[in-house]
């Protein structure tokens, strides 16, 4: 009798625990601005709603030289990319990385992209949802004087201000999985 008490014990413990990290980490979803800052290049993840029309905006506001896609499908071009939108002034400043399939292999192409390029800034955008974990990944893969400016996109599907509602319980318990999956291994 006394071991099903402990075992109670110990899974209310850890059950108590782990709401109150998916907690924590769904009250930092909502704290995260937009930059305003100009770097070296913009750096898109893909995988979400918004997050390239909110690169190139910025990349033609000339917030940055160069303006890097990653993770996109190995046979995507730049015109299946931005289908019949102006691209803007340079097109030839676009770089598709096309070998990432996960933020940490997004992470890594990124890293080589910067050291050849030698560059020192990155304007990083994702989804706010994806944004603890992605920078978490960013700042622990590229070396320690690359400046990541975090620059979070609203989407249809997740409101930051409201996390609770719709699918966003369910976007975040995902990326608090992932986050503290990487926190474990990188």
């Known amino acids: 009798m006394k071991s099903k008490k402990t075992v109670i014990f110990i899974s209310s ?17 909502s704290g995260y601005r937009e930059n305003a800052g100009k770097a070296d290049a913009i750096v898109v993840l893909t995988g979400g709603l918004g997050r390239i029309d909110k690169g190139l905006e910025l990349f033609n506001k000339k917030r940055a030289d160069y303006l890097v896609i990653a993770g996109v499908d190995k046979d995507a071009t730049i015109e299946s990319i931005f289908f019949k939108r102006d691209i803007g002034f340079n097109a030839g400043k676009i770089i598709l990385e096309k070998g990432s399939t996960s933020t940490y292999e997004n992470a890594i192409a990124i890293k080589g992209i910067i050291e050849a390029m030698d560059m020192d800034s990155i304007i990083l955008i994702t989804s706010f949802y994806h944004m603890q974990r992605a920078s ?22 997740f409101d930051e201000k ?13 990326e608090f999985l992932k986050f503290y999956w990487y926190r474990l291994w990188i």
């Open 13 to 29: 413990v850890v059950l108590s625990l782990l709401l109150f990290l998916y907690l924590d980490f769904a009250g930092n979803v």
């Open 136 to 157: 978490y990944i960013f700042h622990r893969m590229l070396p320690s004087g690359i400046k990541v400016l975090l620059h979070p996109v609203t989407t249809e599907n």
């Open 162 to 174: 409201a996390w609770w509602r719709g699918r966003g319980p369910a976007l975040l318990a995902l």
